[in-house]
């Protein structure tokens, strides 16, 4: 069923409006502290604020730092590169692509609350498919959910993903937060980048631009 957004005397489908354009690249060493910023905002903000990405009933402290996303923008290049999203020259959205043997593992995808529900993340994980499929050569994409995140994991089914059946354990004792409730797990999520219907995004993607383990997501 489609919903209805009443605008003074205009009546606009909410389903049919077209999602917000992104301006996706390859994050810079200045973006740091703004890509930091917004995946704290979008996974661990503080309790009662809004969005539908959070994980602060289920973790206690930091996603991720200013310096951890740094070495992860200078380790860009042949493998793994952080793509950011932005809106008006301001990132509201990241995702983490990084290869080996296995395929490419993609992660850190958030987007800030305020953007949240506008197609934005959608945008993101397309454009970081087709960078690890064009750009590093991958077939597979995997990425982990944490198990008591339903809502999270169905949105990835939704894009193509399927449940692998791995199980991992949530890593305690890192640098991403500490479980409040006992032990969590991770699934491992699978997507074919060569099945037919694949999404693609319009990034922009320009030849300058192009120049430069498993992660969560």
Sequence with gaps: MRHAI????????????????????????DD?????????????????????????????????GIDAVAALIAASGAGSVVLTGLMADTPVGCVLVETDAGGAHIGMLAVSPAQ???????????????????RFGSTIALLTVIGARPELKSFYLRRGYHDT???LPYPAGGAT???????????????????????????GF???ESAVPNVLS
């Design 206 to 208: 320009t030849g300058a």
């Design 165 to 167: 059946g791995r199980r």
């Design 6 to 29: 009443i605008r003074g005397s205009t009546l606009t489908c909410s389903r049919c409006m077209k999602p917000p354009s992104l301006h996706i690249r390859p994050a810079k060493a």
């Design 32 to 64: 740091a502290a703004a890509i930091a910023q917004l995946v704290n905002a979008a996974y661990r903000p503080p309790a009662g604020s809004g969005g539908w990405t959070h994980e602060s009933a289920l973790l206690d402290g930091q996603r991720t």
């Design 116 to 134: 949240q529900t506008a197609g934005l993340g959608k945008q993101l994980l397309a454009a970081a498919e087709e960078w690890a499929h064009e």
């Design 177 to 203: 937060g500490q479980p409040l409730h006992g032990a969590l797990d991770l699934h491992v999520l699978e997507k074919s980048l060569q099945a037919p219907g694949r999404e693609h995004a319009t990034t």
